[in-house]
């Protein structure tokens, strides 16, 4: 293992991490009582607002050259402009409204006024297409959609019976209605937010989520981002991504942040200019933006990122190389994290505070207790690898998978624990060390791609017969979508086909998810019983030919 490295010497929210592990109770922290009524979007805005935190600025919006900010009582009114919207049409407790939204102001007040009147608010990721959309809204009969003129472009309503309501962007910024402050009070386990999420087998699946998290959002935002009233912190990701959501717009708001909304794709130049130019004092990425940013090599040498003080990562693994990079060039240390679109927020963390080991996720944060298990469910010694489990329950888990309840008693099949679905190992201080998974998932660029869509995309192509779609290992994306497919017999293999293939998962599902590799095999390997293909022997060729090559 590498050298570890220091904290550096400053005031942070958690100091003393150990003591604070031993004594940590979450109903000491915030007991939710049975009859207490709440509201995690009145938590996050109105409350600052009620304090007299009113003007303090809430948000930067920069869109290119273009930048608009907003203070807390800003965001407000307009929060209480959708809330007027949704009500004219009788939105109500339950509903489930999805928003399809770039990344802009709108997204996050559209998300916000949702929950506020008691639906349930279902951001989508701005890539997505038509096929992407439709499974998600028709999975959990989505009544409302909040969306722009572009990208509901994609949604084919008439496929859609269960939607009711079509609103968008540019004409809800038109209406002119009386701000409506109302707030639907509701019981800590009420449903807030659904994201959908990718497995190994299936379509993606309803992940939902309950008021009660906003607890473990606010102190997980206090502890592990560490912010204070003076901090503009920027977290990268679309709020259609649980990261998005929970640490770019949640956990800051609640800890009365001023948030950064940059819209556009990633490119080094604008990345650095953005933390120069708002002052940029914490940051969360990814590790491919990270390695991304480290091949652009002295590029940052001609920024001031100065203001910078606190950088997080989430969502793959970490490299060390990329740590000591950082360190080095501009002083700072990264701090990664880990947690699942299940857990709902942070359960495995670097703290600022504490020493890092480059190649761990971090230790458990306080009320979260990990176990490392075998495949009887049996906690292993320190040092072995195992199945990485969480001890049930804690204030941000999900409450269930939307309609599917044997997905979600999937996840307890040991009692008591819940099965992340990674392989990891514990040292004896306990740090946690990221091994892989489990299954066939796969994490590209830290988006997580379930082979089974790929596939299913795959063989709606008329010339596609069979399709096995694995995660290649990549220096940049951590992996790529590879897939191996037989032509059906009308179709000879040539880069045309292939490239039109591509296109077609690309234009049903997102860019993210089509294969950026596809080779065309005259036989994939199946289990000799069922014929089910057998994704692990595709997954092996490639790391047997990684290996040679
Ligand atoms: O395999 C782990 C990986 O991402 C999975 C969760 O993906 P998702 O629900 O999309 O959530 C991503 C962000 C919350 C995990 O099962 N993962 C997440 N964080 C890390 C990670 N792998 C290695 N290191 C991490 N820090």
Sequence with gaps: MGETIQPHEGVYNLTDYLSHYQSFNWDHYHKLEGDEKINAAHQTIDAHVEGGFGDKLALHYINDDHLISYTFQEVKQQIDHYVAVLRSHHVEKGDRVFIFLPKNPACYFAILATIRIGAIAGPLFEGFMGEAVHDRIADCHGQVLITDYELGKRVNQQKLPSLRLTLYQEEIAQLNLPADPYVEWLDPEDSMLIHYTSGSTGKPKGVLHAHRSFVHHKLSGKWVLDIKDSDVYWCTSHPGWVTGSVYGLFAPWLNRATIVIQSGRFKATNWYGIIEKLAVTTWYSAPTAFRMLMAEGELYKNYDLTSLRHILSVGEPLNPEVIYWTYKQLGLRIHDTWWMTETGGHLIVNLPAEIIKPGSMGRPFPGIEVGILNDRGKELPRGEIGQLAIKAPWPGLMKTIWNNQAKYDAYFKYTGWYLSGDLAYQDDEGYVFF????????????????????????????????????????????????????????????????????????????????????????????????????????????????SVG
Aim: proline fraction near 5%.
């Design 435 to 546: 091994q892989g998974r489990d299954d066939d998932m796969i994490n590209s660029a830290g988006e997580r791609i379930g082979p089974f869509e790929v596939e299913s995309s795959l063989i709606e192509h008329p010339a596609v017969a069979e399709a096995g779609v694995v995660g290649k290992p990549d220096p940049v994306r951590g992996e790529i979508v590879k897939a191996f497919i037989t032509l059906t017999a009308d179709y000879i293999a040539s880069d045309d086909l292939i490239e039109e293939i591509r296109l077609h998962v690309r234009g049903r599902l997102a860019a993210h998810a089509a294969p950026r590799e596809i080779e065309v095999v005259t036989e994939l390997p199946k289990t000799k019983i069922s014929g089910k293909i057998l994704r692990r022997e595709l997954k092996q060729l490639e790391l047997d030919r990684l």
